[in-house]
């Protein structure tokens, strides 16, 4: 194990996030906040820290193994998120520490969970890094170092094996550093385009940055106690709900249609099942809430099913009506979407459309087998048969995160919490949902859970957005062995 190269790329990402705690002061400045000094402290220790810790145990021969590489992608969010606690804890706007931490890792896992009653007194400055660590969280810390260490001599292939989710993904190779860079290219082009379009329906500029990071990294982040409820327009909720379902779309695919084939939708199997899954999930409940809700006409009935659906479906968890008062049924849904996801490639977290379809398409299969022993069914996927290895691997994946599901629930309900709020809580912080139902609804929070609690749904947020295999293999014995 090479651990002056792993501790060097942890300083190196934990430099990188401290200077982005900077972005937050021009935000102080026009507001006239009083974070500006506590931002500058932090930012100032987190820099030292990690560029020192590069600097020091920098090697231009050291190498990255694949051991190396889960161990930077588990250990590296856990590094950024101790010192993310900062700004919180120096501006005095999270004073415990078990609270700023949840906040800051569900921050750069894109979960959302949030525990703070009043989002809306927190100084600007603070507020925007509470964004930001969605931004710099969503499309992965991982494959923003595949932009930036081949620069430092530092291979990234092996970061990205073992960040990297779904049981197939279009390779990143042969230039990795390059296509890592134009994933990037349209992540910034998505938040600015909704950024335009939030400003014309009348945000301010840090309301529409704000909105628009934790849309594109399926966030969830609000500047607003009541989520984007509080702007009550429906032009803003239809350009929210369409960027949260791009986000929740292989990028891949976003680039293939920037350069002009945009049919490659269309091809891709996945895509084809989210579109066919959401579309589906988003009318049952548009007609549950019609029947169900006073007051809501068709409009209304669509308008918050397709956000909330949505919402939940791409794991964002903005909400702009509380879902946790609608029937039982719409509520089921809402919960089942946060297990299956968004595709594979996207900013999204949970088990992921592909797996369920693979899955599905296996299930149905083995009912053809059962009826004509000697057929050979194969499982396709874009046209091509997936190897049995592969639906190995997803059923494991599949046996695993319910697992670890079902012992998280346990654990919280031990801790006196309610079960409904432990069944959600649980289903969107492995799910990187952020709202769940009862107390940790969309228009609560997670303040109310014990302590022992709130480190469990942490872990979790971090199991689930590292997809339980990475961190799993490191608690192997043969992940040690020499």
Not at 108 to 134: K, N, Y
Request: glycine share 10%; aromatic share 14%.
């Amino acid at each position: 194990m090479n651990f002056r190269a792993i501790l060097s790329v942890l300083g190196f990402l934990v430099g990188c996030s401290g200077a982005a705690m900077l972005l937050g002061i021009p935000f102080s400045i026009y507001y006239g906040d009083d974070d500006i000094v506590p931002l500058l402290i932090s930012s100032g220790i987190s820099v030292s820290i990690g560029f020192v810790t590069w600097r020091l145990f920098k090697d231009d021969k050291q190498e990255l193994g694949p051991r190396e590489g889960f161990m930077i992608a588990s250990l590296g969010w856990v590094a950024i998120s101790l010192f993310g606690t900062l700004p919180f804890i120096l501006s005095g706007s999270i004073t415990n520490f078990t609270d700023a931490f949840f906040e800051t890792i569900s921050g750069f896992t894109t979960t959302g969970a949030s525990i703070l009653t009043d989002v809306e007194v927190l100084p600007h400055g603070v507020l925007f890094w509470r964004s930001m660590t969605h931004w710099i969280g969503g499309m992965g810390i991982i494959v923003l170092s595949l932009a930036i260490l081949p620069l430092l001599g530092v291979a990234g292939m092996q970061l990205y094996k073992a960040e990297a989710a779904g049981p197939t993904k279009d390779k990143l190779a042969p230039r990795i550093a390059e296509t890592a860079r134009l994933l990037w290219g349209v992540y910034v082009l998505l938040t600015f385009g909704e950024t335009v379009l939030l400003l014309f329906g009348g945000m301010s500029l840090f309301d529409a940055l704000c909105h628009s990071i934790g849309t594109v990294a399926t966030g969830g982040f609000s500047t607003k106690n009541t989520s984007v409820a509080f702007f009550n327009s429906a032009y803003i909720d239809y350009v929210i709900g369409i960027f949260m379902f791009l986000a929740a779309v292989n990028f891949s695919l976003h680039l293939a249609a920037l350069r002009g084939d945009v049919l490659s939708y269309f091809r891709n199997s996945e895509f084809k099942f989210y579109i066919i899954w959401l579309g589906g999930t988003v009318a049952f409940v548009t007609i549950v809430n019609l029947f169900t809700q006073p007051g809501y006409g068709f409009l209304d009935a669509f308008r918050f099913s397709f956000f909330n659906v949505t919402s939940a479906s791409s794991c964002t968890g903005f909400a702009n009506a509380d879902f946790a008062l609608w029937a039982s049924a719409a509520q089921l849904v809402i919960v089942l979407v946060m297990f299956v996801g968004g595709c594979a490639g996207s900013t999204t977290g949970a088990i992921k459309s592909v797996r369920v379809m693979l899955l599905l398409r296996n299930t149905f299969a083995e009912a053809k087998r059962i009826l004509h022993p000697d057929a050979i069914v194969p499982i396709k996927f874009n046209k091509r048969t997936v190897e049995p290895e592969i639906l190995s691997v997803i059923a494991s994946f599949f046996v695993l995160y319910l697992t670890t599901y079902v012992v998280s629930v346990l654990l919280i309900v031990i801790t006196g919490v309610d079960l409904v709020s432990a069944l959600s809580g649980v289903a969107a912080c492995m799910g990187g949902v952020g709202p769940g139902l009862n107390i940790v609804g969309p228009m609560g929070n997670y303040s109310s859970i014990p302590d022992l609690a709130k480190w469990v749904l942490s872990a979790d947020m971090l199991l689930g957005r590292l997809e339980l295999f990475t961190i799993m293999v490191i608690f192997t014995r043969s992940f040690w062995k020499v």
